[in-house]
């Protein structure tokens, strides 16, 4: 697989909301879609013109998981009036697509990809979008110029996305469309970079601690500083300097923030776990909060009427109107296709059973990326990388299964574990 390929694709799918006819609910016609056929196109040439055998296992586990995750929640069509075929549709091939690209990475001969070659560009790649993303910031909540006036992914977009402001500040948003999805991204980054430092690779992946605290101070979407902070918390198992890291980078970044008057997602965390944990007045959390909060009591309530086979992928908005939030502090719509939160969406979409078929996905990555018997110190990197990834995949909210975010997560972790089982190979030959 082609490293320059791979970083055109990858290209391709930072861009879900744009399509080729301006049309962004078709899947077909969506960029990041495109993308996806033409890697899952490539997949399948090289695996049928190398005459690669395919492994069992893994041709069992996936068909599998397309047959119960997705195709199980077909058969709500005999159960409910409502259920909506062409919306079950489109993300059924979606995510059949992001099962096949991870299946057919797995059985790609990858000897040659260089791994590392491909963590370094990523990282640049990353580091220049958070760059474009503070001058976003300087440019919007300190110069202060018109909204207009600045560049973003899509301009057909730019009411639905970095308008969206708290405590008047404007989020950055970089190149994507809303601030959670750059800091998907960014995540895929820091992970990267982190690990750099801790095996002394940093020079080879171009990682420096001014690079690194540059990409930290972007990632400023209020939920995912959540996860960060719980990556930080995982790393201690890796690091020996992370508590330099924290005591010395992220008070330096408080203090540079507040000097800046940037401290509104911060401030948004102090005010929902005084909330959560010492008030309990559920009224006063913030918009944004109370509406994930009451999607995710609806999507529970939802999944617990639709136990077994849920409502069917990208169904959950045909329910989800009948169901309220008892009290009056929830005061949204509670139409919405999305819980915001991957393992409840998964629920109440296709019920307990696809919901135990994704999670034998993640233990058989997380048993396969098991680094106890690899002496390797390259393997053990991209293992520990993709590991780390995984929980990063696993702790972010709001994004479905199928979206091209996900997807680069996937990658990254199938070909990590590609490389893991080629080296257990090796080794059994010796």
């Not at 979407?221 to 719980?230: A, C, G, R, V």
Request: glycine share 6%; net charge positive.
């Amino acid at each position: 697989m082609s490293i320059k390929f791979l970083g055109i694709i990858y290209i391709f799918l930072l861009f879900p909301t744009l399509s080729l006819l301006n049309i962004g609910n078709f899947p077909l016609l969506r960029v990041d879609f495109v993308g996806q056929i033409l890697l899952l196109g490539y997949m399948i040439f090289t695996v049928s013109t190398n005459n690669i055998k395919i492994k069992k296992i893994e041709l069992l586990l996936f068909g599998l998981l397309i047959f119960i995750y997705s195709y199980g929640s077909l058969l709500n069509i005999l159960y409910f009036d409502s259920f909506d075929g062409s919306n079950f549709f489109k993300m059924f091939i979606q995510s059949s697509f992001v099962f096949l690209i991870c299946f057919f990475i797995l059985n790609l001969d990858l000897k040659k990809f260089n791994l590392m070659k491909f963590y370094k560009y990523l990282f640049n790649f990353g580091f220049i979008l958070a760059i474009y993303s503070l001058y976003q910031v300087i440019s919007l909540n300190i110069v202060e110029l018109p909204f207009e006036s600045i560049h973003f992914n899509n301009p057909h977009f730019q009411e639905y996305s970095v308008q969206a402001s708290f405590a008047g500040y404007t989020r950055p948003t970089s190149i994507f469309m809303e601030p959670t999805h750059f800091a998907f991204f960014l995540q895929i980054i820091i992970i990267i970079g982190l690990f750099a430092l801790k095996y002394n690779y940093q020079k080879i992946i171009n990682v420096n601690f001014v690079k690194l605290s540059v990409v930290v101070i972007a990632f400023l979407s209020t939920i995912s500083l959540f996860n960060f902070l719980s990556l930080l918390v995982v790393t201690f198992i890796y690091f020996k300097f992370v508590r330099i890291f924290i005591f010395t980078l992220i008070p330096l970044i408080g203090v540079s923030l507040n000097y800046l008057d940037l401290l509104g997602p911060f401030i948004r965390i102090t005010d929902l776990l005084h909330v959560l944990f010492i008030s309990g007045n559920l009224s006063m959390v913030d918009s944004s909060f109370m509406m994930r909060i009451g999607k995710i009591i609806i999507g529970l309530q939802v999944w617990m009427d639709h136990f077994w086979i849920g409502t069917g992928l990208n169904n959950l908005g045909t329910f989800s109107s009948e169901y309220n939030v008892s009290g009056n502090w929830f005061r949204y719509d509670t139409d919405f296709t999305f819980t915001n939160v991957f393992y409840i969406q998964s629920l109440a979409e296709t019920g307990i059973l696809g919901t135990i078929m994704i999670t034998l996905l993640f233990v058989y990555m997380f048993t396969q990326l098991k680094y106890l018997n690899i002496n390797s110190i390259e393997i053990r990197f991209y293992a520990q990388i993709s590991i780390a990834l995984l929980i990063g995949f696993l702790v972010n909210q709001d994004l479905p299964l199928s979206s091209s975010y996900r997807l680069f997560y996937f990658i990254l972790i199938f070909i990590a574990i590609n490389k893991v089982k080629e080296y257990r190979r090796s080794k059994i030959e010796q």
